[in-house]
């Protein structure tokens, strides 16, 4: 189905209610998600984007229903990403010569995709291109999320085609931010910048800068992904803008794995001395086995600080908690605070091996983590309580 946004823009996207997987099986998919594309009519005819390669035909003979391809006049490649692009070998083989506008990386990514040399017209920031009683503005938005990321501005409809940026997993029969569930709406949106945007913050705040600067009056944000911002749309650059810089809120994580317990129950000791010492921090605990790795890394996200455990085991740590560090050294976290805990029974290391791995993935560690032999027994307990009490005093 297709929705016309003003009169002149239509979306003409794929929702994907089945999806469950993103970049492979990096980023776990809840509530489905959409491949937005848009066509916009005006004295030219533009196409903003595409779908995913496996919608590719569908989105074409949607496409056939609506316009004659032939009347295409440009098609605008904000990213060249294969969700995005997917579906671009399918209506290139039907209209050969249509230009396409990107950046100059996405030029060099979508000839490494498609090894397709199709009429490619590179444009940089501030480029425009006039398309009868409205202009489209280019604005090249490096790493947000990938080198050849840019944004597209619709001069008339005050329409900032953003692709990624602002985008969330989340299909929905409703288009606008202001007919879904907020509550769902905010947490995919702060999943996605937790797990796909977070190492580029910096670049994030310096573009949402660069955008607020230039006071151009925005009364929607069509992002790539999810739903379109139309209600107070600058809300979710503001969220942006607070997501950049170091975000926390009063929330303590636990992340664990366990063989036979015990590393459980040093964990929920822990959290009820955190609770004893400070009654408004929130503390969350996860089994980094069971809870799903996205979901615990918005928590972190969230958090100003994280506990993780694991038993010792073959000298080493269990795999689960070796995989969400190694995921979160690459997301980068900035400002969070932490410490290891950990059950052994002869060796010992994996307390040092969690502190070390802490360390380099950017937490700040503020103490040496606590061991504890085999199960632990009352006093050992009591000791992780205490453990739990001081590490919020160390915060
Ligand atoms: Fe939605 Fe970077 O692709």
Redesign the pocket.
């Known amino acids: 189905m297709n929705f016309n946004i003003t009169d002149r823009v239509t979306w003409v996207g794929k929702t994907d209610w089945e999806l469950k997987w993103f970049h492979g099986y990096e980023y776990s998919v809840h509530k489905g998600s959409s491949?937005n594309s848009y066509l916009i009519r005006d004295q030219k005819t533009v196409l903003i984007d595409t779908v995913w390669q496996p919608f590719a035909q569908e989105f074409v003979a949607r496409l056939k229903d609506i316009i004659d391809l032939a009347d295409i006049d440009y098609i605008i490649a904000n990213?060249a990403?294969i969700?995005?692009s997917g579906a671009l070998p399918a209506l290139l083989r039907e209209i050969p010569e249509t230009p396409v506008y990107c950046s100059t990386n996405g030029i060099k990514s979508l000839k490494g995709h498609f090894h397709e040399d199709w009429n490619f017209v590179p444009v940089n920031t501030g480029d425009s291109l006039d398309i009868g009683s409205s202009k489209l503005i280019f604005i090249e938005a490096p790493m947000l999320?990938?080198p050849d990321?840019m944004f597209t501005y619709l001069t008339g409809d005050n329409i900032l085609f953003s692709?990624?940026a602002f985008?969330q997993h989340y299909a929905s029969e409703f288009l606008y931010n202001d007919l879904v569930d907020q509550g769902e709406l905010f947490h995919e949106a702060m999943k996605y910048y937790a797990n796909?945007l977070n190492p580029f913050s910096r670049l994030v705040k310096r573009k949402i800068e660069e955008l607020l600067a230039l006071k151009v009056p925005v009364d929607m944000i069509c992002p790539?992904?999810g739903v379109i911002w139309r209600q107070d749309p600058l809300q979710i650059v503001n969220k942006y803008l607070a997501w950049s810089q170091a975000y926390q809120e009063d929330q303590i994580t636990i992340i664990y794995d366990t063989m036979w317990n015990g590393t459980r129950r040093m964990a929920e000791a822990i959290a009820d001395g955190i609770a004893a010492a400070d009654s408004s921090t929130e503390v969350k605990l996860f089994n980094s086995a069971k809870s799903d790795r996205n979901d615990i890394l918005t928590e972190v996200f969230k958090s100003k600080a994280i506990l993780v455990g694991s038993p010792t085991v073959n000298r080493s740590v269990l795999a689960s908690t070796s995989t969400f560090l190694d995921v979160a050294q690459g997301l980068a976290f900035k400002n969070k605070s932490a410490a290891a805990f950990g059950t052994y029974g002869w060796s010992g290391e994996s307390v040092d091996l969690l502190t070390t791995r802490l360390k380099e993935a950017g937490f700040n560690v503020v103490s040496e983590g606590i061991k504890t032999t085999w199960n632990p027994d009352s006093d050992a307990l009591a000791r992780c309580h205490q453990f739990g009490q001081q590490f919020v005093g160390q915060l």
Do not use: L
């Open positions: 491949y990213h990403e969700d995005h999320h990938w990321s692709n990624d985008g796909i790539s992904h």
